[in-house]
């Protein structure tokens, strides 16, 4: 492989905080090096990509994304994934374990480790399930499955409920140095939940779920993080209810980090409006000022990672009315670009988005990716932050094309994605 010399590059460097003209050099799949202002002449032999000064940045770190691989490949591949991902600046995605049947054994884990290696373009870290069949009555082999590549342990959205189940998980999971990632809601007032409660939902006659739900999940999976010293991240902080806990349980010195997706800083309750299924999604879309304060935990880094919670669902479970449709949406295209309207409305800036976006989530799961300095992997992206366009669901690259974006005014593209110094999308 020849080596890279980025030149003319906007440089965003997340662990700098720095968003500044300068040049970057790849050899061997790494960073070999970067530097402010004008490049020093590149070395006989090497490809110079001129960037025009569009922004480089450190490729994507998608914490949490559903790949329908086993069982439901009409959603979702991993050949289609990982193209999305790719088009989509993201250049690791780490991958949840509620597929059917669930990712809950060593043999399952090696089937769809397998799968990701042969298809996707794209870095595959994939997550473990806690629980057998995700049902809360009893432990994975989570050795195991950490000796066969399982990165972290979720449920998803299926709570454990039962404390002594759990408090045995996180105590098991404390052991091994696991990592738990856990869905905060109390499961008994968010069972069957399509909104989020107040005058809008009542309104629209929509069965509701309030606020404080989010809040006390999390307070109960706190109080366990006390009792039992484990890893934990919580998959998404919605609420403005639920962040003086986290701030708590941070300042108390657990070992606690949490994350929340892209349609809940850019989306709120009433773009549900006309009962829009694409904007049906777990936990519900909240009201503007939980959105407003969520953007602020991550601006101050109270919230540490921002995801796409890409799920990909088919027409026909969308095709619904609004309280029996499937929840969720795809982001893996979508992720890079809904961020940038947090970025062209002054709300977070280039370094502190890419901090969530891609330095944390690698910090977290140990990975060496979501950086711009010398020994880094060469996982990056390549973007204009200004280019408008409106989004037409049926170019995504996913199979599922269950976006609120759809005939939406976006700004962001992406120009090229590289994995390892190698490009895996070109924009034509």
Not at 24 to 33: C, E, K, M, P, S
Not at 282 to 289: N, Q
Request: net charge neutral.
């Amino acid at each position: 492989m020849s080596e890279l010399y980025f030149t003319n590059a906007r440089l965003i460097d997340p662990e700098a905080g720095t968003n500044a003209l300068g040049w970057l050099r790849v050899a061997d799949g790494q960073i070999a090096a970067t530097g402010a202002g004008d490049a020093p002449r590149a070395p006989a032999g090497t490809t110079v990509i001129d960037c025009g000064g569009k922004c480089l940045a450190p490729g994507i770190v998608d914490l949490g994304v559903k790949v329908c691989e086993p069982g439901e490949r009409h959603k979702e591949s991993y050949r289609s994934a990982g193209r999305a991902a790719a088009a989509g600046g993201v250049t690791t995605i780490v991958t949840r374990p509620d597929t059917a049947p669930t990712i809950d054994s060593p043999e399952t884990l090696e089937f769809v480790t397998r799968r990701a290696q042969a298809d996707a373009p794209v870095n595959v870290v994939p997550m473990a399930a806690l629980t057998k069949g995700r049902q809360g009555r009893e432990m994975t082999e989570i050795g195991f499955l950490m000796d066969a590549g399982a990165v972290a342990f979720s449920d998803c959205d299926h709570v454990v409920a039962d404390a002594k189940v759990l408090s045995r998980a996180l105590s098991y999971a404390r052991a091994l140095g696991a990592l738990v990632i856990g869905h905060p809601q109390e499961p008994g007032l968010s069972k069957g939940a399509a909104a989020t409660s107040g005058k809008f939902a009542s309104l629209r006659g929509l069965p509701a779920v309030s606020p404080m739900a989010e809040r006390m999940g999390l307070d109960r999976d706190i109080a366990l993080l006390e009792m039992t010293g484990a890893r934990y991240h919580a998959d998404q902080i919605t609420t403005a209810r639920a962040l003086p806990a986290l701030e708590r349980a941070k300042a108390n010195g657990l070992d606690i980090t949490a994350g929340v997706g892209i349609h809940h800083l850019t989306l709120n309750e009433f773009d549900v409006a006309d009962y829009r299924t694409f904007f049906k999604l777990k936990p519900p879309l909240r009201a503007e000022d939980d959105r407003q304060a969520v953007i602020e935990a991550v601006r101050t880094g109270l919230i540490d990672v921002i995801c796409s919670m890409h799920t990909p669902q088919d027409e026909e479970s969308k095709r619904l009315p609004f309280e029996e449709a499937a929840s969720g949406a795809v982001g893996l295209e979508t992720l890079l670009p809904a961020a940038m309207r947090l970025y062209h409305a002054g709300a977070l800036d280039l370094p502190t988005l890419f901090r969530a976006m891609s330095l944390n989530p690698a910090k977290r799961l140990g990975l060496a990716s979501g950086r711009l300095s010398a020994g880094a992997p060469a996982d990056l992206v390549l973007f204009d932050p200004d280019a408008p366009f409106v989004l037409d669901r049926f170019t995504l690259l996913s199979k599922s094309k269950n976006t609120p974006f759809d005939g939406g005014r976006m700004q962001g593209r992406v120009l090229a994605t590289y994995v390892g110094g190698a490009p895996v999308y070109r924009r034509d």
